[in-house]
């Protein structure tokens, strides 16, 4: 009840500020009267006024305390909105938007060591993308699929195409007019499949920087293969992508409520908000220091934060000469034709053919599909877990802690369908967000999932309950029966590289930690992986932002002793159309790689160790 009367009693304490603030501008806007004879008479006016409302909401109060006791926590945050809506009619406004600075999102959080600040340079310098053209290029002069072309060049020699043989495929841009592109920089994609072998490979594409893009393929199956290249962002859409990332962090937003009693407030939030709008609650992480800012309430204190959410994309983001670089069917992921034939028809290999070293600029993906399933490249051979019992016994007296975005979430929900034995145990988790666990208890197995600290777009996560990757990490025993899977990627595609380099460092540091405490530990990073894309999604969520994350997770942990399930690959090589979660039949390959890790089968020939011998290095 005293809460109750104290919030009541504040509130009547402003409006009583309030009036006295509208009795002196009224005084000040009208020179030549006199000054104490004015404000007193209006002043009791509004006094007589003022005792009556007080006195009839305090009556009001102790009558129903009750009934107030019931009412929903907004009740008073909205009245105390309208009593600040009035107040903000007569007071200048000082808000204003937010200041876009690449270099105020960049510095915050802790400092790199040396060594650490050069790879970041490196990182920066391996994902550098070659310079765009002027920014008023006309939408005529921008690279168009339709007017470009690629063609297949021929094996040499006159001979056929053999397994073991690389293809390459020339892409030769053109803008509107049919013109040829002069420069690089545009984001291709290409393939090599065969939909009556249910095979495919993904290509890599070389930027020559003229116009001129050399998409390479290893080939490793017989019968028909098909090319298939495709422009996903003209070379000045990148440009504004670029654009984006660096100057406008902002452009999806987040906010957080905050309650006491019946009190509520919610307030934006982001990795970086300028201080100098109004005051901060700073929710950086103490022992990874990873920033995190909410604008502080004003009625109440930065400790009563109860949750996280998404707030919203923020809109008008491009010029109008900027929108054209991002149509759907025009110049967003759009084929390009083939000059001639896109297909050929691959031979057996040659025998007694000689090893090709691998510094001779072949391309070796990390598997491909044959027959619908994925075949691994290196590493062990990938096993076809197609009956939960095979699942139950690989992951017997296990431990998985899954952590990361709802790509990840994605196998445990896998997981917990395909095999009955597993039975969710209900933490009263919010649909899609978790935390969650399952249990089969006969066969000792524990699978959990839990997402990662902000910035995370999932609609609401308890406060409580936003951890950090690398602080769970360091709460793990570990051990040869335990699993760890980390997909981070997908919500950091709005924020400068450097941010997500900070992110992948700590995480990096934490899990060096466990692998020397426990080195019989399997931890496994998930790549990112191609989605749809249309106008709005790709100033958001583009494939051009994953690709250079990805880049960068790859680099950061080379060399440890950690795995990967190349989900880029695994997406770009599959005919089904892309999506941020990957359909069923592709979520399936990735958890059949993650099983064939946990539990490896030593063969005398493993998937792709013909390859391997071919390629040597």
């Known amino acids: 009840m005293t809460l109750y009367r104290d919030c009541i009693l504040h509130l009547l304490g402003r409006l009583w500020r309030d009036t006295v603030a509208m009795t002196t501008l009224d005084h000040k806007t009208e020179p030549g009267r ?27 109060l102790l009558r129903n305390i009750h009934t107030l006791e019931k009412l929903n926590c907004q009740t008073v945050s ?44 490196y990182l920066l310098e391996s994902i550098a993308w070659p310079e765009a053209p002027p920014r008023d290029t006309p939408l005529r002069q921008t690279s ?87 422009l996903v962002h003209p070379s000045e859409a990148v440009a504004v992508l670029r654009r984006l990332r660096e100057e406008r962090p902002d452009r999806v937003f987040f906010k957080s409520l905050f309650r006491s009693g019946f009190l509520s407030e919610t307030t934006m939030c982001n990795l970086c908000l300028p201080a100098n709008q109004q005051p901060l609650c700073n929710y950086t992480d103490a022992h990874t220091g990873e ?32 929108a054209l670089l991002f149509q759907s069917g025009v110049n967003i992921k759009v084929p390009i034709r083939a000059s001639g034939s896109d297909r050929v028809v691959v031979q057996p290999e040659e025998k007694d053919k000689p090893d090709v070293d691998s510094s001779s600029g072949r391309v070796v993906p990390s598997g491909f599909y044959f027959q619908g399933s994925w075949q691994a490249l290196g590493g062990v051979a990938v096993r076809q877990f197609n009956d939960s019992s095979a699942i139950t016994q690989c992951l017997k007296g296990k431990v998985v802690s899954m952590y990361g975005d709802s790509t990840a979430r994605q196998w445990f929900e896998y997981l917990n369908a395909f095999v009955p034995e597993l039975k969710e145990f209900s933490l009263r988790s919010p649909k899609n967000v978790g935390p969650f666990m399952a249990v ?11 997402c990662h600290g902000p910035p995370i777009r999932f609609s609401t996560v308890v406060a409580s309950e936003m951890r950090y990757v690398a602080n769970e990490l360091d709460g793990l025993a570990g051990g040869p029966d335990t699993v760890v899977v980390i997909s ?24 060096v930690r466990l692998l020397d405490r426990a080195p019989g530990t399997l931890v496994v990073m998930r790549s990112a992986n191609l989605q749809a894309l249309d106008s709005e999604v790709s100033l958001y969520n583009s494939d051009w932002f994953s690709a250079q994350l990805d880049s960068v997770l790859r680099a950061m942990f080379r060399g440890l002793d950690v795995l990967l399930v190349d989900a880029w690959e695994m997406t770009l090589a599959h005919h089904l159309p892309h999506a941020l979660h990957p359909p069923p039949v592709i979520v399936k390959n990735m958890m059949d790689t993650i099983l064939s890790y946990i539990c490896p089968v030593r063969s005398k020939r493993a998937s792709g160790d013909w390859w391997r011998r071919r390629v040597r290095g």
């Open 34 to 60: 006199q000054n104490g004879s004015i404000v007193w008479k209006n002043l009791s006016k509004y006094v007589s006024i003022f005792l009556v409302l007080a006195l009839s909401g305090i009556i009001l």
């Open 78 to 121: 909205t009245l105390y909105q309208v009593q600040s809506s009035i107040h903000s009619a007569f007071t200048p406004d000082g808000s204003s938007l937010l200041y876009h600075n690449h270099s105020y999102c960049v510095h915050l959080g802790q400092e790199p060591l040396p060594k650490e600040a050069q790879e970041e340079r």
């Open 488 to 511: 981070i990627w997908a919500h950091f595609s709005t924020f400068p590289v450097e941010v997500y380099i900070r992110r992948l460092r700590h995480i990096r540091r934490a899990v």
């Open 291 to 322: 920033p995190w800012y909410c604008y502080k309430p004003k009625m109440l204190g930065c400790d009563t934060r109860i949750n996280h959410a998404k707030g919203g994309y923020q809109k008008h983001l491009l010029t109008n000469k900027e």
């Open 440 to 450: 089969d208890s006969t066969h000792n197995i524990l699978l959990r999932y839990r």
């Open 144 to 230: 168009d699929p339709a007017h470009s072309q690629f063609t297949i060049l021929s094996a040499g020699g006159g001979r056929e195409w053999r397994v073991g043989d690389q293809l390459e495929a020339l892409v030769h841009m053109h803008d509107f007019q049919g013109h040829p592109k002069r420069h690089g920089g545009d984001f291709l994609l290409a393939r090599l499949h065969s939909p009556e072998l249910g095979a495919g490979v993904a290509g890599q594409v070389f930027d020559h920087r003229n116009g001129l893009y050399s998409a390479m393929f290893p080939l490793l199956w017989e019968g028909s293969a098909r090319v298939e290249v495709t």
